[in-house]
């Protein structure tokens, strides 16, 4: 290499250092005045039928190793506000096929669900799918919602527990939660079960995200206190829509929906070790746009990358389906020196 290429190296990586320094490449993902680029992948198939001619929302995506197939479950809203589980497939996780199943394979039931369901987490064990729901009392704004538990061999046809809810608000005045518990996240962690879930409370309009343990996933310790609750002005008016996923060995990770002003959502990231103590990401929101609200994420995290399905709406219900984007998985970066 001759000497005036030796200088112009030196300069190009000097400009580098200089670009790394003072410039974050992440902060386009979570500027609160652009326009976020995502992929729409799923949407209101032209011959909807009542189940599912308005939102599609809410979904929960897992990859099913065995047989080399992504699987969505996800809520879809009737022009009734009565929401049902769909369900569709992808051999690459790009391209959805809203055709795959025309009905819903999950319903509301009768009684404490009647109203619809409006939450679910679904995850694969040994050949058997567990989903955590939740559901509506009635068709009320502020209805009471409770939790409940189902089991399939396929994904499609589903079992309730005969216990079921399984979580319920908790009675008293003075309980964070005694209006509703709902959107449930579950992940095994050892022997044990972990829930995380959105509460309300009757006297308080933000929402804050809550934990759950239990040895068989369907009776379940509430602990008293929130894990998660506002702090930042993109979430001042709540938090919700908890995902938790695997985020290395160790670690947890969290997306999770945070409520500003006038009601926009955004999407923000936390770390965990325990699942009860998380740390948000220093970037937070990492997935917001300056006039569509982004929320109730369902993430895969891989060695470097994350794809991150979730809900955008410009304000009309009826605008409301699920997108996607890929971003550089940074977990292990913001790891480094929270758990020491």
């Given at each position: ?33 652009r ?11 032209s ?47 790009r ?29 694969l ?7 955590w ?8 704004k ?13 994904g ?68 008293p ?16 829509s ?46 917001s ?52």
């Amino acid at each position: 290499m001759n000497r005036l290429a030796q200088v112009g190296m030196v300069i190009l990586l000097l400009g580098l250092f200089v670009l790394f320094a003072y410039f974050d490449p992440f902060s386009l993902l979570s500027s609160t005045d652009r326009e976020l680029n995502s992929v729409l992948v799923l949407q209101p198939p032209s011959g909807a039928t009542v189940w599912n001619s308005d939102a599609l929302i809410k979904p929960s995506v897992i990859y099913d190793e065995a047989n080399d197939l992504y699987k969505m479950w996800y809520i879809s809203e009737s022009d009734l506000d009565v929401g049902s589980v769909g369900y569709t497939t992808s051999t690459d996780a790009r391209v959805w096929d809203i055709n795959l199943v025309t009905d819903p394979i999950f319903e509301p039931g009768d009684g404490w669900e009647v109203g619809g369901i409006t939450g679910v987490s679904v995850t694969l064990e040994n050949g058997t799918y567990h989903m955590w729901y939740s559901a509506k009392q009635n068709r009320e704004k502020d209805s009471k919602q409770s939790i409940g538990y189902a089991t399939s061999t396929n994904g499609t046809r589903w079992t309730r527990h005969a216990s079921n809810p399984m979580v319920i608000p908790r009675i008293g005045e003075d309980a964070w939660y005694n209006l509703l518990v709902t959107e449930p996240t579950v992940v095994r962690v050892g022997n044990a079960w972990q829930m995380w879930f959105a509460g309300l409370g009757t006297d308080d309009d933000q929402y804050r995200i809550g934990h759950a343990t239990s040895g068989n996933g369907s009776t379940w310790s509430v602990d008293p206190e929130p894990v998660i609750v506002a702090q930042e002005s993109w979430e001042k008016n709540g938090v919700r829509s908890p995902n938790v996923t695997r985020s290395g060995t160790n670690l947890l990770e969290m997306w999770y929906t945070g409520v500003g002003a006038r009601n926009h959502m955004s999407l923000g990231r936390s770390l965990s070790n325990d699942g009860v103590y998380w740390v948000p990401f220093e970037e937070n929101p990492i997935l917001s746009d300056g006039k569509d609200s982004v929320a109730h994420a369902s993430a895969l995290q891989y060695f470097d990358e994350v794809i991150v399905f979730f809900t955008r709406s410009a304000g009309r219900k009826s605008d409301e389906m699920i997108h996607q984007v890929r971003i550089p998985n940074i977990s292990a970066h913001n790891a480094v020196d929270l758990f020491r």
